[in-house]
């Protein structure tokens, strides 16, 4: 469901935020403040504050001319996981209309920063406005890679919106079912990669890509207890870093899927191994990738490299 907390008037943000960008420390990746397209600076709109870029440029195909969209972090290098607000981005939340959090445990610093000022600003929570069961045990908070639940979120920044500007609100709607359509493209474009490539089974270093693994149709055959603790950044067990490997060196696995925002000896061991054996690496990410500045070109560029992992194309 969308959190709604008491709104405040949209004010507008009068400049891009420059922060020190870093990976994981309180110092701050660089954001930036768009509408319309990265880099360009909005003179009017209602201003939105998204934890990562993923959610600000959802924001920014919902919103479109009508909104300035921030994103606290947009650094390929930085952690999501591990950051702390600095002033500067607590100013910019306690001046939008709009707060988007991932939610879900995966950015809590964004969603403890909101709950802190006074007054609390309006904020979607995407893991709840979703539509996904929270409730399952090992439930995965990446729901930024679940393209039905990112066009779920869609609507939802949509009708927000729409409360905040009625003046707009049948165009954040149009812009919605504009980008919700794509996304419906996309998936079909995904499941027709995965019926391509029946049986396929795939060994990730963290559950970050595990909804487009599903939407493939491949089974991610990783020990948890490999990926969970990869994901916690605390010790993989000897067991557990051999088993994994022997998925990759016996090609049972055909596919690795490799966080590259965040790794280390054992990551690194693992994409060795896979090049050794000739089993192809999809490297995933958790942000939006430089160069990159809007949501279903990330998506495509992934879909691209798994199909050039497997052998083929898109």
């Not at 979703?130 to 890679?145: A, I, M």
């Not at 599903?214 to 994901?231: C, H, I, N, R």
């Not at 000897?238 to 590259?260: H, P, Y």
């Not at 693992?270 to 809007?294: H, I, K």
Request: hydrophobic fraction near 45%; include cysteine.
């Amino acid at each position: 469901m969308i959190r709604l907390r008491s709104a405040l008037p949209a004010a507008l943000l009068t400049g891009a935020l420059f922060l020190t960008a870093c990976g994981s420390s309180s110092d701050e990746p660089a954001a930036s403040s768009t509408s319309g397209g990265a880099g360009t600076a909005a003179a009017a709109g209602l201003s939105v504050v998204a934890s990562t870029n993923v959610w600000a440029s959802v924001a920014r195909a919902v919103g479109g001319d009508a909104v300035t969209v921030t994103s606290v972090l947009d650094d390929p290098s930085a952690d999501p996981h591990s950051f702390e607000a600095s002033p500067k981005v607590k100013l910019a939340m306690s001046q939008a209309a709009v707060v988007i959090v991932n939610g879900g445990g995966y950015d809590d610093w964004a969603v403890s920063t909101a709950d802190s000022l006074d007054p609390v600003p309006t904020m979607i929570d995407a893991t709840e406005a979703s539509g996904l069961d929270t409730s399952v045990e090992g439930f995965n908070e990446h729901v930024f890679y679940d393209l039905d639940a990112v066009g779920t979120v869609a609507d939802a920044i949509a009708a927000r919106l729409g409360e905040a500007d009625p003046a707009q609100a049948a165009t954040f709607t149009a812009n919605a079912a504009t980008f919700t359509g794509e996304l419906a493209t996309l998936e079909d474009e995904v499941a027709a990669l995965g019926a391509q490539h029946p049986g396929t089974e795939v060994v990730v270093t963290e559950p970050v890509p595990g909804y487009l693994i599903q939407t493939l149709g491949f089974t991610d055959v990783t020990p948890p207890s490999f990926s969970e603790a990869v994901e916690a950044e605390s010790e993989v067990s000897v067991k557990d870093l051999a088993d994994t490997e022997a998925l990759i060196t016996s090609k049972t696995a055909t596919l690795l899927f490799n966080n590259t925002q965040t790794g280390g000896p054992v990551t690194d061991q693992l994409v060795a191994a896979a090049e050794s054996a000739g089993v192809g690496v999809v490297g995933v990410t958790e942000t939006l990738p430089a160069g990159v500045d809007d949501y279903l070109t990330w998506m495509r560029d992934n879909l691209a490299e798994v199909a050039t992992a497997l052998g083929g194309s898109a």
